[in-house]
């Protein structure tokens, strides 16, 4: 069975760094591409990019290019989502989501990551 | 960038035929894929590849796609449908990216 388990809800403050992870398993992680989605509250999903675990190769979204990194460590079987100086406009629900190989549609989801970045 | 465009909502009657619409310039050739999103749920699969529909997806979704714009179709739409229905396909790049239609509220009372 396909699962992506995410890691658990964050409260920051505003310029404070954060790394939220997304661990893979019941499937290949690395021959998958593993994407992040953001959902701001009472708002619609906003495909942020993806990585290719096996090579690390990384698509961002023009709007969240230079906002936060994505990365995976493929021995353990998990994709990161990071930013290095939070605003109170990255409060959200982040999810990972598998994507398929060929048309890079997400087909598995995570349960969702709640950032609350407030001072 | 690339959009995806959707009506903001859909109401329907219990058992009437519901249409969600999504326009976008490379839907002629990308695929659709469509999600159901209720309260509080992570998104699911219920189209994929304009017109497929995943197992354990009742046979009242429906999906299809015609020159820019692909639509899903909930035949006989019952209460429990009620949710938010997102469009997504990727740009035509040489490394696509993907983009989700701004979703649409499907209500049915």
């Known amino acids: 069975e396909v699962q992506l388990v995410q890691s658990g809800a964050e409260v920051k403050k505003p310029g404070e760094s954060l790394k939220i992870s997304c661990k893979g398993s019941?499937?290949?992680?690395?021959?998958?591409?593993v994407g992040w989605v953001r959902q701001m509250p009472g708002k619609g999903l906003e495909w942020m990019g993806i990585i290719y675990p096996d090579d690390s190769d990384t698509r961002y979204s023009p709007s969240f290019q230079g906002q936060v990194t994505i990365s995976a460590d493929k021995s353990i079987s998990t994709a990161y989502l990071q930013w290095s100086s939070l605003k109170a406009s990255d409060t959200a629900m982040y999810y990972c989501a598998r994507h398929g190989s060929k048309w890079l549609e997400p087909d598995y989801w995570g349960q969702g990551t709640l950032v609350t970045v407030s001072s | 960038s690339y959009e995806l465009t959707q009506p903001p909502s859909v109401s329907v009657s219990p058992g009437q035929t519901a249409r969600i619409t999504c326009s976008g310039d490379?839907?002629?050739?990308?695929?659709a894929y469509w999600y159901q999103q209720k309260s509080g749920q992570a998104p699911v699969l219920v189209i994929y590849e304009d017109s497929k529909r995943p197992s354990g997806i009742p046979e009242r979704f429906s999906g299809s796609s015609s020159g820019t714009m692909a639509t899903l179709t909930i035949s006989g739409a019952q209460v429990e449908d009620e949710a938010d229905y997102y469009c997504y396909s990727t740009d035509t790049s040489d490394n696509p990216r993907g983009v989700f239609g701004g979703g649409t509220k499907l209500t049915v009372l």
């Open positions: 019941g499937y290949s992680f690395s021959t998958y591409w």
């Open positions: 490379a839907l002629p050739k990308k695929y």
